[in-house]
Nanobody
Framework: QVQLVESGGGSVQAGGSLRLSCAAS????????MGWFRQAPGKEREFVAG????????TYTDSVKGRFTISRDDAGNTVWLQMNSLKPEDTGVYFC????????????????????WGQGTQVTVSS
């Protein structure tokens, strides 16, 4: 079992930046895929960004490309989401997640593909 705890959320004005962090503990593995999802009020949880075991493959949803950057440490204990040029549409609860299948080279983009989730951290962007 893997435990995930997000931090770094908050309130910013449009155009500002935030960096989210996710600390993993328990049965962590450097070969796991890590990702971020977000959920706006009344909407389904959607994929934001993911990074594979080697960090050679990263995937972003179209709306955040060029603005967000996902990264991880070599041990798989921490994953970050750097968010720049934030827009009000980015508002939501951001969740850290992990897929425990090792050595994946393609990042999944569906919630069903992931195994463990953090509690979420709120991001609010005002205009």
């Amino acid at each position: 079992q893997v435990q995930l705890v997000e931090s770094g959320g908050g309130s910013v004005q449009a155009g500002g930046s935030l960096r989210l962090s996710c600390a993993a503990s328990g049965r962590t593995n450097s070969r796991y895929t890590m990702g971020w999802f977000r959920q706006a009020p009344g909407k389904e949880r959607e994929f934001v960004a993911g990074i594979n075991w080697s960090a050679r493959s990263t995937t972003y949803t179209d709306s955040v490309k060029g603005r967000f950057t996902i990264s991880r440490d070599d041990a798989g204990n921490t994953v970050w989401l750097q968010m720049n040029s934030l827009k009000p549409e980015d508002t939501g609860v951001y969740f850290c997640t992990t897929n425990v299948r090792t050595y994946l080279n393609v990042v999944p983009t569906t919630t069903s593909a992931y195994d463990y989730w953090g509690q979420g951290t709120q991001v609010t962007v005002s205009s």
